[in-house]
């Protein structure tokens, strides 16, 4: 009885690990179809309109779900509001509009590459905090993930650095990956007797209300492009896919693994991205796209082993 006990202890442990990498890799996908989204529209539907109708969506697709339990809790969410405000600042508005306006002037691959950095931020930071202890295989993890984001943002050339001539999408994109890191730290500890879906529609609430004003702003300057029905579709699909379905999964996966081994769908991101940017926009990594990406994931490796 104690062999079969093991043996059935042992298939439930694999059976487990599988549905584990499942969903982190389900997850993954989602989130990059924010990217491939973005670069496919590129130029065509402005960026804070696309994050703020993405975010709304959401925020009111959610409501009906949440809004009882956000009532009932409202004593205890009403003092933490302000670190609602920060992390829907973090995880929405900077890895909304500022991606979306990264794929007018980068690559899809390149916004994926520099995103996939952020396992290796998130321990730096948490370890700064006192929330992970790190050792000198770790600390060096850090210093390879830089070198990898580094060769990325120059693009493998020592003109660039020499010309501090950085593409502006590069740039935008470093921003949106040090914000999905602070997000990433934040997400659970800002509301931590709040649900999932509660706590996702008050950080999608956050991130409307500030793409709010930009929006606006592209509306009065071309309101053609922000109303039209290809544009309506876009924003539909982002709230359901990159949206609902991926926030709330990670919210799922950070509830289980905790934040900073949930931050390694990351891990995961760089391949479905450079796959789906194959498959969608016809783009093909370069030498200093592999080798920079080999950097990054090797570091998450050195940074998350045992």
Known sequence: MKHLDSKSGTASMHSSAVLAIIG?????????????????NAGEIPSFSLAFFRWMTVAFGLVPFAVREIREKWSVIS???????VAGFCGMFLCGGPVYAA?????????????AATPVNVFLIAWCFGLEKINPIQLLSVVVALAGVALILFRG??????????????????????????????????????STISRTCLY?????????PLC????????????????????????????IGAYAGFALLGA???????????YVMPISVVVLSILFLGEG???????????????VWLSVRR
């Open 157 to 194: 050339s020592l003109e660039t650095l020499a010309s501090v001539n950085f593409v502006p999408g590069d740039i935008l994109a470093l921003i949106a990956m040090l914000g999905w890191t602070a997000y990433n730290l934040l997400e659970l500890r800002a509301l931590p007797g709040v």
């Open 256 to 266: 289980k693994f905790g934040s900073v081994r949930a931050s390694l769908i990351t």
């Open 285 to 299: 990594p370069t030498v200093y796209h592999i080798v920079g990406g080999l950097l990054i994931l090797a570091a």
């Open 79 to 85: 003092p933490r509001i302000t670190m609602v405000a």
């Open 103 to 115: 794929a007018v002037t980068t690559t899809g691959i390149n916004i994926g590459l520099i995103m």
């Open 204 to 212: 999608a609430a956050t991130g409307a209300a500030f793409s709010l």
């Open 24 to 40: 982190f890799i389900v997850v993954a996908c989602m989130f990059s179809t924010n990217i491939i989204v973005a670069r496919a």
């Open 216 to 243: 606006l702003r592209e509306a009065w300057q071309d309101p053609q492009a922000v109303f039209s029905a290809h544009a309506f579709l876009t924003y539909l699909f982002l709230a359901v896919v990159p949206g």
